[in-house]
């Protein structure tokens, strides 16, 4: 029966995905946004429910959809695997869908004919639905380039400005050099298999020599690299954030970024048990991109690029400890490359929903003020205190703060990490450690980031010369406030996350998360046989069995148990910490207000030394706040400041000191303009041949029969 | 070290018959030079107005004569301006104007001679005469937010009793900033700061963010219009105001007021007056360097250090009261000599106070040398180098520690100070260092010119009669411990004052300021300031 | 660093015993001059004409001081042929005329006020006294007077100066900012009456005139103990006694 409803609701929301195309192309702009609401809202339901019902039962779908002949089988396969990542597009595509209702009469109706936009939303929803639903090569290639191109034409449609027009280029180029790559891992893959179903390819793999191992990773790694955002393939990935239109941008980081770690997942994870190397290099490129990504967006003030810039830090979070994960599963410990694969999925969770978030507050903000340029913002708390208040939760989110959810992935992150201590090698323990401490690098650098990001933007005073504009309808917050409590229940209830997200572990890892991780409750009498008594003693007299009555599952603990001297590892419970915080403030909040003695309050002007205002001017911007970072940093960012001094009265009177920053960002200054030097040079030798002279054509000619005459010689 | 000649300027001193041998030549009849009897050496009266400028360069860069600042007068029928320079080797040369009193604008001079900006501004505000070619004129003095333009408050008809309430302030008055970078704000400091025991500046620290780009200074805060309240007084008054102005350096102006009234009235003090004029005069040197050293101690935090130079401090206010009867010297001088004698009971216990306050600034100074946190601090921190402090004529210990080495001591000796032994310290760095380091070497010059003056002292009195009947002007000059004061007195025949007129070093060297601070860390801006020891208060009047 | 140390060790301690004892180092103050009995009415007179500012005024054989006005320029003292009497000492903090008492600070305050100091224009004399209450020979801190960067924490706004026009709103921006429970003391002649500035288009003349005084410390400069006494009347500590040397004018 749950099969059924899989496969129904599959169908229905590929059905609705065409409605919403062909009806966004028909329909006239006025009711685009509701089209784009009813119909995006639909399809998004249907892929909730259809990866819901695999994920509870625990039972793929798998449905053949036509052959073709010699390649082989279409089919479709929804696992577990796959079904995380659809839910986790369900939920983005659901807020997305409601959010963009009320802008789309509003704020496209000058310059972008809204509709076209919707047939591109949807035709991307159906893409991406058969990208994770994809069982055979073909089928996930050709969803694949589909994605791309819409992609491409979302952000190139009505280009705004000339750059914007090139990031679309730049990502395009980089979408089809990431393609080619992961067409020719496939095809080394598939040199040896029947066809290119994804059994027969996983079958295949395990006669590949390590050579072939190494191509297969490096090349499906840095192709599925360029969607996920990771150094050194993603120069595009700020420049076309910045670029795309405010209300879809969440799309692109919140589901076309995972379908790149799904990729990743997928070749060298599920088909491909990759060599012990093959993970170290995960996890040093996921920390590099980690610190790197939150480097420059500590130090941007476009509020789009700066969230950019953090979809890359989160990305190269999430590789790392996907990097983790294939380390412990070549080197023989499945319990903790369970624990990383488990913290690597609920991160790529937790990002789609508060990234979507971000973004849509940023829409919000852009849509009010007219600027993103936080240097120019500034009180808006004021002006908007629902959206500030679901900024904060979203900041807090993304910064690690419990009780939210970004607090548990990244933690289970570093845990995953600490776990080295089971590996043999001290070399490779010194990776771990170097890695860890660039993530915790990382993630000090994102609390900088996003406290600045909320006081500059929010608190304080304004700064520009913006005037507010917007006059939305409450219908618009119901997305945000959705996303935000879904955020505080990831961040609360992890102990029923993770049984979830073990029907896709467990598979991969050959070890499940739940039972290493979440033990049941500690009663006195427990069943629990693996647990000495005095242990659950201890934890009883703390009472961690709370809820056993009430809540289903199995505990609110999150525990790993280690030998016998050392029983406990790691132990947390962010739901039983959220209860005694709650009930702490709770009583805080009654004692202060209740029992205390109300004293009067005087409310006097702001002190600002006895001048007679304090002038916006006078206030930290921005800039100001992060410019330590960019100066502990020099290295990295290499600016270039050029002074522009312009005096009246000879030397000594200075009316102005105009000072301009100019900065290559650290992937474009080591690899995008290397790469298109040499291309260029290439080319230019190239070109240099082709001057059109008959005779040294025909020597070409020559030389090359030559070669080849050479090369096949008697073999 | 030790010597007195610059070495900024390499060329040979200019000796008076020269300079009016080459300005003859120069600039023939549209300059006059003639001798004067007001404390000038040379006074040269430009005819055309047009050749202001040209005169000021020729004096300040081809003769290169300090510049000591800008007089403006008002009378009945005619502005009288006088611009003032510094032969060192002779004296004072007086550059007049005279010019109708309808004119309303004259050619600036701060192109050339950058030192005069600030003279010229406070022109404007104070007189409303336009400075044509100077770039920022208005809200110096009489700030913008408090009063509106065209008061004029030192013209004659404007009427100092009466509170001045019919004001127009201008409610859309902003901060002028400087930096123009994207990002960049304005940290503001002040009026009340540093607990209110700073003096009330405003600074915007113009900054990106880690390093603070510029420092904008906004002075006036403490404005009370000494000048304009002493128009009107007769001289016993306006010494009080003379005197009290600025009482960290109070002995120092007021003699400065006395030797221009003597100077009105021809007067020579006895003397005994004169050597306990020049004691007095660097005891109170000595006292404002400990307190400087201790300011500087200070605001790098070396507590122990500044503790020590404080009571080094504390003890000289203590031993003035005792030799003296008043801790900062008030009362002492009148136009004649002083108003009382010292015993030599005092002398001894002077000759005490003073040996140990040595003593101790020894012992600092030398271990100073060794702290090396300490010297972090201020070492390349806040420079002026020397062609700077020449461009903005920089004096007193700012000016010496950049090399330029002009000592009204030496430059044109006053109250017998040809008499004493004494070197001028300089140094040629222009830091935070080098300025301390100038503060001690002058503090111990001062102790041996306190014991040269007191074992000079004969029997005798210590003061004469000076009052006279006829009208007059001239020029009082004196070495303060912060550099070159000036004061101009001018009287009428009843002894009452007509111009009051009070060009003070802290005032000059605020210029050396804006050079000294910029790009630096935020964390050194209070060092700066204290290596620089301006007073607010001495620049304000 | 360790040289530090231990030169400070060596010094010992440097505080003034007061003020359970009395300071009686030479120079800690320069005195002031008192009501005086001459011998005809005629010498009275004479010394009376002789003060700049109006601070002595003669009655009959008696020539009666205003210590709020008197800028101790010590004329009536070297300058004229019979001197005012003199008394040194340093305990000369009391009301403004007209007020009957002083409402103290709530018993907390008593060893811990907090002091915000603003310069309204001063000549540089009475701040400097005023910041010598931080070095050793004082220290303040051992009785509990602390100097605040900011009004919001502070108890007691001590002004210094006759209120430059300019400063005017400072000023009062910074009384506004004070919280709670505050007290006003004028330090130095210039604070209580205008001093040698007077009242003019650029002074006020006073704090008074601006801001309602509660204590007043007469002086010129009032040496570092008398700034200190009347920190101590401030947090309630001492008492402002009327002194009967010396006569305040009427309000």
Redo the contacts between chains.
Sequence with gaps: MMASITAASLVLFFVSCACGVLLSALVDRKHSGDVVAIAGTLSSLFMMLASAAVLVTGRSFEATLWVLQGFGPFTLRLDALSSVFLFAAGMVYFSISLFVRDFIGDQFEATHPAHRYGVMYFGLMASVGLILAANDALLFLISWECMSILCFLLINYEPQQQTDRSAGYIMLAMSEAGFLAIVIAFLILGKAAPDFSFRALGLASGGLSNRGLWSVFLLGFLGFGVKAGLVPVNFWLPRSYTAAPSLFIPVFAGVTLNLGFYGILRLNGDLVHSAYGTGVFALIVGSLTALVGILYATTESDMKTMLAYSSVENAGIVVAGLGAFLIYRASGHPVASAIALTAALYHIFNHSIYKTLLFQGTAYVEAETGTRDMDQLGGLSRLLPGLSVIFLVASLAISAVPPFNGFVSEWMTLQALLRCAVLSSASIKIVFALCGAALALTAALAVTCFVKTYAMSFLGVRRGAWKPQLHTQAGTRFPLVFLAVVCLLLGILPAYVIPILNRAVEPLAEASATSSLVPPFFTANSSNQELPPAFLQDFHNLGAQSGRKVLPGRGLVILLRGSAENPVVFAMSPSYSFAALAIMLFIAWFVVTRLTRQRATARRELWAGGIPRLFPEMTYTATGFSNPVRVVFQAVFRPNITEDTRQTVAVHFRTAIRRRRDETPVVDRLFLRPIGQAMGGVARFLAGMHHGRLNAYVAYVLGFLLIILFLFRAA | MVTSSSPIEKRARVELKDLIAAAGERFGTALSTSKSDKGYVLSLSVNQPGYLQSVCRFLFWDMGCPFGGIIAEEHPRHWHLYYVFLLPSAGWVEVTLQLPIETATIPSI???V?AA?WHEREVEDLFGLRFE????LGDFI??D???HEGIE?MRKK???????LDRKPDVN???L????????????????????????L?F?LE????DV??ASPRL???????E??AEGKNI??VL??AE?????S?FAHSLAYCRAVEKIYAVEVPVRAAHLRVALCELERLRHHA?AI?AICESTA?A??A??A??S???L??????FA????L??LN?PGGL??DVEVNQCEGLFRAIDKAQAELH?LED?LR??SSFLDRLEDVGVVDGKQAR??NLVGPVGRASGLCCDLRKACPYSGYERYRFDVPYEREGDGYARLRVLFAEAFQSVTLVHQAIDALEPGPVCVPCEGTAPGAALGWVEAPRGTTLHWVSVDDKGTIERYRAITPSFNNW?GF??AAENFAFQDFPIILATFGL?A??C?R | MSFWFGHGLRRGIQSTRYPPFAESAPGVSPGRPINTEFPSSGDASETAAICPVGAITANGRMAFVDDGICIQCQRCRFGVRSPMNWQSGYEWTELPPGQADYETLPAAFAKSLHVMVVDAGDCGACLHEVKQLNNPLYNMHRLGLFFTATPRAADLLLVVGPVSENMREPLLKTYEAMPGSKRIMAVGACAITGGVFGRSFMCAGGVGSILPVDLEVPGSPPPPLAVLHGLLVASGRKLAAKSELVSRRSA
């Design positions: 701060s192109s050339e950058h900006d070619g100077h770039p920022r009489l700030h937010q408090v009063w408050p404007f009427d100092a009793d009466q509170p001045h008055w902003r901060p900033l400087v930096v123009q970078d994207p990002g960049s704000f304005a940290m503001p400091v002040g009026p009340v700061y540093e607990g209110g025991l700073g003096e009330p405003h915007l900054t990106v963010g880690e780009i510029r006036f805060y403490k404005y009370r219009a000494v304009k309240i016993s008054d009080l105001l009290r102005f600025a009482a960290t109070a307190g201790a070396l122990v250090s503790a020590h404080a009571i401090e504390e003890e206010l203590r031993a003035s009261c005792v009867g008043h801790r900062y008030f009362g009148v108003m009382h012992v271990r060794y702290s461009d903005l210029l804006h050079v007073s208060t001495e304000d």
